[in-house]
Nanobody
């Protein structure tokens, strides 16, 4: 089992920044990727970014490229998502997730076994 706890959400104006954190605990040795998803009002959960937990390779959804940066610190079991140049359409609940297998780059919510409870990020116009 892996437990994930997000923090760092909040309210910002258009063009502002937010930095989300996710602290993992439990059987971290099983984790190959850690990722971020988001779910806006009335929308399906969508992939934002993921990072190879050991190697550090990163992958982004198109809307996140150039504005969001995913990083991790293995020693602290912590994952971050730095979000910049935020837009009102970035308003969503943001979720941290952990993937156990290393045979694919996981971009679908069903690829992930463990989830945090999520944290709200709101961008005002």
């Amino acid at each position: 089992q892996v437990q994930l706890v997000e923090s760092g959400g909040g309210l910002v104006q258009t063009g502002g920044s937010l930095r989300l954190s996710c602290v993992a605990s439990g059987e971290i040795h099983d984790v190959y990727y850690m990722g971020w998803f988001r779910q806006g009002p009335g929308k399906e959960r969508e992939f934002v970014s993921t990072i190879e937990w050991i190697r550090g390779g990163t992958y982004y959804n198109e809307f996140a490229k150039g504005r969001f940066i995913i990083t991790r610190d293995n020693a602290k079991n912590t994952l971050w998502l730095q979000m910049m140049s935020l837009k009102p359409e970035d308003t969503a609940g943001y979720y941290c997730a952990a993937h156990r297998s290393g045979n694919i780059v996981p971009t679908d919510p069903d690829d992930y076994t463990y989830w945090g409870k999520g944290i709200q990020g709101t961008v005002s116009s």
